[in-house]
């Protein structure tokens, strides 16, 4: 394997923020029967519905044998073991080991429990079982807003969760990768402002004209200027802001769930409202959006098997690598604990697009 | 990954008992000119006949270049090897090197002989080469009782021996994973006494009713008592015993193979006798009992990646996990060579079948 | 796993010598409009064609992002990244940068050349980038001789450089594994000179008969005595020369390409003149070399299975390992960087054939 340039020591960019929520599954994956096993940060979690339909996450162990609790069934809000029969409750309380005569349950029969949340259509479950949590999961907007419709997507894709991040905020990968589905063509020069605060950073785009191909054309037919957005939101959210006057607005959110270091599951939430019919553009955006999809997922794949066969990363990066660099540094502060700082950092950068 | 509970170091329930006999084959499956490879231990051995017929078991590397032997053939009782026929007798002496003029046999170019026994149908080998076997192979029961009928049976379970003999081994589980083919149904107190002599670990079932399902059905229509023992005996032989009145008795036997820390070969052999006709017996059992082992290899399957992934184990037992503690603590002291204890521990419990 | 013998470390026969030319691809494989990707010692490559058809090799590895360039296109000579464009030339220079406005060039953004050369119908690399060639590709003989012709044929062999160079040049073994497409039945005697010197170890055979079987056979109808060397040359060159009489003369050079420690590209090279039409030669001993050869390869997959397994080789030589011990002491010498000794080795060995 090649030797890194002088000074340089190979690393992975992997912070792992635990003490904040992530989306472990969707609503609609989680039935009242039936457990589903879930990994996130390499833990593996069981998700099932108590009997007052709350959704639980306990470690996916049973703590007498260790098989995965997931294998096992749910009875009157009580997940199962599939081996021995060890019934738990939503507090990951053992209430019966059906051999045993007297009581089931004791300290050392529990197993850990995991703070869960359902909302917007999403479990989400906070990874550090030992804390409080301080926060609440991320608030995806507009999706209560009767004038926006709402497309769903998910897709596992084989990176870490910072180049998951930096691929999905990225514009100049955009016209070159994309192509034809999204940008290309002739390069425009435009005006980027950076910016970072506490929890975020963002990318604001000055005079950027209607992005060139099949979904510039269908937000606006006539062309002209657009407000465009990317935003990375601690720990986990990218998200890509589009308007074009007052009719069309896009917010394309996603919820990153780190599975393990090199593995990371998206969980899209497109809303949106345009001059066209609903129906007519969610036919179309979502094949187009898919496409897009599969391409960075592709690339993203084969940049994660290099760097790991190089040994670690040995990224140069350039004025247009607008946001992640940020995010890089916000994911490790976070990591780290650090108290949020109250500055605001700000950067005019030009480029083509 | 979880850490564990405080003061609990995860490990592995693992213990290599080499000086002692493995089943590495049946009979049937050495045939007279072509060696067949099996590993033990990690261990890959080359079985095959010498000229005399005996079973015989030898390292399964060539000295010369180190490919498998087993790629070989047998000729004239002797080993070839694949590559440039070096010639190997039974004692792993090398007789032949075709190229070579002059005298084959030397010191360097032996392979290592490890015993072995046919006996009872199977092969088994003594995993210590370089221990003279104290001990003969564990004797098989009533196989020359005319009036007992023989059913055998082989897998492979992804698991440690030691969960596989406590799977074996365990009741509790029956009721449970089991259910309809096995026990299950209403809940019935049993007292159970154990023991632990020097090289064996025994349940005997006391008050025990007639096991519901369709196998207990099968024993006895009319319901009553049984007998019932499970058996460990030293290093690797799980033993169940029925016997419902003087007419029905069955004992199965398996004799376990550890492939590696994670993989276990078991043959299990099922004798007989009771008061339906041995062909309808047979038809009805066999498929019986390998739709249980097939829900036993799944579970330990899952048993053994959960473990693996988590580290290690963390098991919490309690009164009615009978005999795998006990099975553990002789496994660990015969790995070190404890000299025999001549104690006898015995304990009643009583739990729910 | 078995311990080894007293007093022998196991170990693998690796040597890299880097400072020397490997084949990374036939010419054909590299067209003008495509990058291919290329392992050698474990380290990605990417070959293509700069503007003036140049064949160029660079670490397969974009500065940028780390994906692999050979994802990639080539556009005007210049290979393109395929993520976001990032254009470089054949120096490893990148030239473009395509959002960024001003000069993209900088020594950062630079990517790792390695020497290439196309010759013989192929492209060599030199595998260490940063010295400068003190040699030149291997030749390879009779290739512009209008009287002989030439077969090419590449396959990938699952062993080291080593195993894979003995293999070739080993007699012993054809007789017993190639049985009948090449030597066999009754051994003869025959003397052999081995000779080393500072670049190369040969054996030349003496009073060979004609080998039995259908490669012989065809040689030479009427039998009678053979020219037979077999040659290693330094960094990687296998080379079998046949000649028999005036008239018949076999030279099959191999140049082998260590993808890693474990995994070898075999291009063999076979160059003839003989006394039956070259049609009629190629299409017999087309398939024969391929059948041979997977005999071979399906050994030597073997042969490394087993030494990984057992931790590292233990091989017991005999007289008649020729060449195989003269192979890996030239090799370790150049690995070392050793100057080369003016010595010549020389013995004469009986062996059966």
Known sequence: ?????????????????????????????????????????????????????????????????NVPLSLGRVREGRLICGYHGWAYDGAGVCRDVPALSGDATGRARRVKRFPARERDGFIWVFMAPDDEPAVEPFELPHLADRRYTTVRHAVTVPATLHATLENIL?????????????????????TAVVRRTADRAEAEYVGEPRPAGLVGTLLSPTGGEIEHFDRFILPSIAQVEYRLGERNH?????????????????????????????????????PVGIAILEQDRRMLRRQTESVRRFGGEQYVSTDVDLLGPHIWRLLRQAERGDPPTEDVFERRVSLLT
Do not use: Q
């Not at 070159?176 to 063509?185: A, D, I």
């Not at 919820?255 to 998206?266: K, N, Q, V, W, Y």
């Open 170 to 190: 990225d514009v100049p990968h955009t016209a070159f990768l994309h192509r034809g589905l999204f940008r290309g063509g002739r390069r425009h020069p435009v």
């Open 1 to 65: 394997m090649e030797s890194t340039a002088a000074g340089t020591k190979p690393r992975f960019s992997l912070a792992r923020v635990r003490n904040h929520w992530y989306v472990a599954a969707t609503s609609a994956e989680l039935k009242s029967n039936k457990p589903i096993p879930r990994v996130i940060f390499d833990t593996p979690l069981v998700l099932f519905r108590d009997e007052s339909g709350t959704a639980t996450a306990l470690l996916d162990r049973c703590a007498h044998r």
């Open 250 to 286: 896009v917010v394309v959110t996603s919820a990153l769930t780190p599975i393990g270091d090199f593995e990371t599951r998206m969980y899209a939430v497109a809303t949106f409202r345009t001059v066209l019919p609903d129906r007519l553009m969610k036919a179309i955006l979502t």
